[in-house]
Nanobody
């Protein structure tokens, strides 16, 4: 089970840190990813962490994903936020630990947390 938190309203150029808390499972072997769904658009990949880390081009250099296996937490530090980052953000986990940005690779999903960036 995953639970995302940390969303809110922030001005453009500001920062937010999202958290994803996991319960159950062998968390250390999972790939955990962040996706987002902007208003009226499809859900899209943002970042993921497994044995390596990878980002969508749109967030590279601004967002940082990190994972704490001991506490079963994954974080998404978002800096230099832009209006186009406005979306509902979801964390998801792939129990097979694959490297993938595809939504259907992820078995478990948390509820979303709203991020709104005002310009």
């Amino acid at each position: 089970q995953l639970q995302a938190s940390g969303g809110g309203l922030v001005q453009a150029g500001g920062s937010l840190r999202l958290s994803c808390a996991a319960s159950g499972g062998t968390f250390s072997g999972y790939t955990v990813g962040w996706f987002r769904q902007p208003p009226g658009k499809e859900r899209e990949f943002v970042a993921a962490i497994s044995w390596n880390i990878y980002y969508a081009d749109s967030v590279k250099g601004r967002f940082t994903i990190s994972k704490d296996n001991a506490s079963k937490m994954v974080y998404l530090q978002m800096n230099s936020l832009k209006a186009e980052d406005t979306a509902v953000y979801y964390c998801a986990a792939d129990r097979y630990g694959r490297r993938s940005s595809a939504r259907n690779a992820y078995d478990y999903w948390g509820q979303g947390t709203q991020v709104t960036v005002s310009s």
